[in-house]
Every structure is written in C-alpha cells, then in structure tokens.
C-alpha cells in the first residue's frame, strides 16, 4: 500500500530511517507523525541483531514506528548499498545513528550523499557527538543522564544517584534532531541546498539541565539533590493528605499569602522562618513538616479544589492507570485508535502538539520487517524479475 499520510504538513517529505534502539527511531517517528514519508531500512531478518525495542510484536516498538513503511535491505552487500543510495537520491533527508564512522565507511555519509542529491538534509544522532574523544564510543541513555548531570540532581541526597523514569536523553535527542530537521528543510526553501546536522544524548542531556546549567555557569553553584522538592521555589513539592500524596506548586509571594489562607495557616506570612523566600529555603524542612501537618486532616480531593480555586497550581500524582482516566486528558483525546494488521486494534498517545488545520494522526500501525520492500523497490522502477533476482542474492 502507498504512503498513507498521518497528517498533511509534510506529507510532500520522504524521510529515509536508518536507525534502530530509540534516539533515531523517536526522530523519524516525530516526522512520520506530521505525514513524511518515512521509509525505515532494517537488516534482513537472517541477519538482524538486536535492534528491536522488546521485539517487533511488542508495545514498544509498536509506538515507537507507528506511521513508518519498512523495508529491508543488506547493506553488506555492493547491491545493498547501491539501493540504498537509489532511495536516497529521491529522499529529502537521511537520519541515521551509527557510530560515527561506520557511514564513512559504507560510502553514506552526507558528503559522498550530497554529490547526487544537494538538497539533502542528513541528520546524524550519537552518543556523545560526531568528533571529539569520546566520539566512538557507545551511547546509552542512563549514561548520558550521568555524564550530562541529570543523575546528580535527582532522587534523595541519602539515596545516591537517581534516573529519571523514561529515557529522557534518547527521546530528547530524538525530538531536537527532528526540530533540526524541520530547520534545515525551513532553510532549503531559500538556499535550495541540504545540511548535515547532529545532535547526541550527551549533548540533549546537558541542555536539558537548563536553569542548573546557568547556576553553575553563571552562579558558579553546583546543585544537588533535592528529592521531590523544588530547589528553589519554597515549598514546591510533594506533599500527604490524609488519603495520599498530591504536588503542590508555589511561586511568589502574593501565591504564599494565599495558599497560607487556604491552609488556615496566616501566621505563616509573618512567622520569621518563613517570611521570605531565603528563611523558607533555610528552614525548609520545619515548613513542609508544618504542611503535611494542616493537609493531613482532609483527602487530597478537598485540598486540590480549594488550592486550584485561591490559584495554587497542585494536583495528584497519579500511576499509567490513572492518568488515562484523568477527565481532562480523555477530553485532549490524546489516546488515538489504530488497527494493525497483524495484531488487530491498538490504543497509542498521539503528538501532543495540536495543528488546527493540519492535524497529526496514526494512519498505520507499525509495520513488520520488510513489509513493504517489495513496493518501495518497485517505486524505483525494479520489475517483478529483477526483485526476484535480488530477493534470491539476500539483498533485501
């Protein structure tokens, strides 16, 4: 079957995807969401390592490459390569996650590329960049968490170390070079001429530091660990009610005054230890024990409607299960349905980025190796005999 566009804004695009694991495969799926034509290249299943996220029926990889064509190719193979390149001079950009010299050394890299095809954009996705000494070496997120410093400023002082939940270095790594890309296209407009760009988990992590970057930089203050409590803004953090725990949010001191209201607490504005923004920090502690003291007489449903209502942002803290029975995240219909050929109806998230006009939505399921090489082949003019031939050689 033909492309089939999950939304109109860039289904004039083909985006060919060389990558495998999360980083790369995040990108292209950004891209094949908004309607590119993303063209997926996989080893053949003999050769195959282990690329998949939980294998290729999983729920992983059935999110991660929803609204892709996949096809198969043997790039160990002269006439691997040679269709590859085919692919690519018809492509509008390459995204590729080898280790940086594994393109050079296939003949794909975006100088030997952009030769037949200048309007190229090669997007290039590593651990810890292109150049440099730690260039060849393997990236994996929890590794960049640590090294880009995320590790160092989550979880509990006493507890050590901590990782964030998700794999926030691939699936930010994934999202930059897609923005990436869109510039890059943004700019062909006016130059008519293709760019390479790269991006890495290192480099993603350490941006994704924000403000701990500029107190380091700026203030020379090196953050810690601050647990579930906000390192600046006092008290912001997570706090027990009487049937459970709830986030509380609060900035500035006209939002102090009122949540003091709301907690029947007014002699907390004038209290020394807790006054000003500084006495809170220091006295940190004291307050938030004095909190969970107030919240503890009323279930957290009492406190997040009195809070929200005075202006204190807070909420629940919910697990997977609750939060797609959230009332307001079933009305931003953010669970989209798909049917999969293979494995019937799905239910996955879709982009959380509404286009009025052009919206983004899962016209496929994720498809099995090599589904569609035979169709993809055949848009390059190859006959029934000749794809025989090279089915039969384990080229694709």
């Known amino acids: 079957m033909p492309h089939q566009p999950a939304s109109a804004a860039l289904s004039r695009f083909r985006v060919i995807d060389l990558t495998q694991v999360r980083a790369g495969p995040t990108a292209c799926r950004q891209l094949a969401d908004w309607g590119a034509d993303v063209v997926?290249?996989?080893?053949?299943?003999?050769?195959?390592?282990?690329d998949t996220l939980g294998g290729q029926e999983g729920s992983d990889y059935q999110y991660t490459h929803r609204n892709k064509r996949s096809i198969t190719l043997n790039l160990k193979e002269p006439e691997g390569i040679a269709l590859l390149k085919q692919l690519i001079a018809k492509?509008?950009?390459?995204?590729?996650?080898?280790?940086?010299?594994?393109?050079?050394?296939?003949g794909i890299d975006y100088e030997s590329l952009r030769k037949d095809n200048p309007g190229l954009v090669y997007a290039s996705i590593s651990g810890f960049g292109q150049t440099g000494p730690l260039?060849?070496?393997?990236?994996?997120?929890?590794?960049?968490?640590?090294m880009g410093g995320l590790m160092s400023v989550t979880g509990m002082a006493e507890q050590g170390p901590m990782?964030?939940?998700?794999p926030i270095a691939d699936l930010c790594a994934g999202i930059f070079a897609a923005q990436g890309i869109l510039v890059a296209l943004l700019e062909r407009e006016k130059s008519g001429q293709g760019q390479w760009l790269h991006t890495s988990l290192l480099e993603s992590m350490?941006?994704?530091?924000?403000?701990?970057?500029?107190?380091?930089?700026?203030?020379?203050?090196?953050?810690?660990q601050a647990g579930n409590f906000h390192p600046t803004s006092i008290p912001t953090g997570v706090y027990k009610a009487r049937d459970?725990?709830?986030?509380?949010?609060?900035?500035?001191?006209k939002i102090w005054e009122r949540f003091c209201d709301i907690l029947e607490s007014p002699q907390w504005v004038t209290d020394p230890r807790y006054h000003d923004k500084p006495s809170r920090s220091v006295n940190r502690d004291a307050l938030n024990a004095e909190i969970n003291e107030r919240l503890s007489h009323r279930d957290r449903a009492?406190?997040?409607?009195?809070?929200?209502?005075?202006?204190?942002?807070?909420?629940?803290?919910?697990?997977?299960?609750?939060?797609?029975?959230?009332?307001?995240?079933?009305?931003?219909?953010?669970?989209?349905?798909?049917?999969?050929?293979?494995?019937?109806?799905?239910?996955l998230v879709g982009q959380p980025v509404q286009l009025e006009r052009t919206p983004s939505s899962i016209a496929r399921a994720a498809p099995r190796r090599g589904e569609h090489s035979v169709e993809i082949l055949g848009e390059l003019g190859l006959d029934d005999q000749t794809l025989a031939a090279l089915k039969s050689k384990g080229v694709f």
Not at 40 to 50: A, I, K, N
Not at 163 to 166: D, E, F, K, T, W
Request: hydrophobic letters at 40%.
């Open 206 to 224: 350490v941006y994704m530091m924000d403000f701990q970057t500029s107190r380091w930089l700026i203030d020379e203050e090196v953050a810690t």
């Open 163 to 166: 990782r964030v939940g998700i």
């Open 135 to 146: 260039a060849g070496r393997p990236g994996f997120d929890q590794i960049a968490q640590g």
């Open 40 to 50: 997926q290249v996989q080893m053949p299943e003999h050769m195959r390592g282990d």
């Open 302 to 347: 009492y406190w997040i409607e009195r809070l929200n209502d005075g202006g204190v942002a807070c909420g629940l803290i919910n697990s997977m299960d609750e939060v797609f029975n959230e009332p307001q995240i079933q009305h931003l219909k953010m669970v989209k349905d798909v049917v999969s050929v293979h494995q019937g109806p799905q239910r």
């Open 91 to 106: 492509a509008d950009v390459v995204v590729e996650n080898f280790r940086p010299d594994v393109k050079f050394r296939l």
């Open 244 to 253: 459970g725990y709830m986030n509380i949010a609060v900035f500035g001191s």
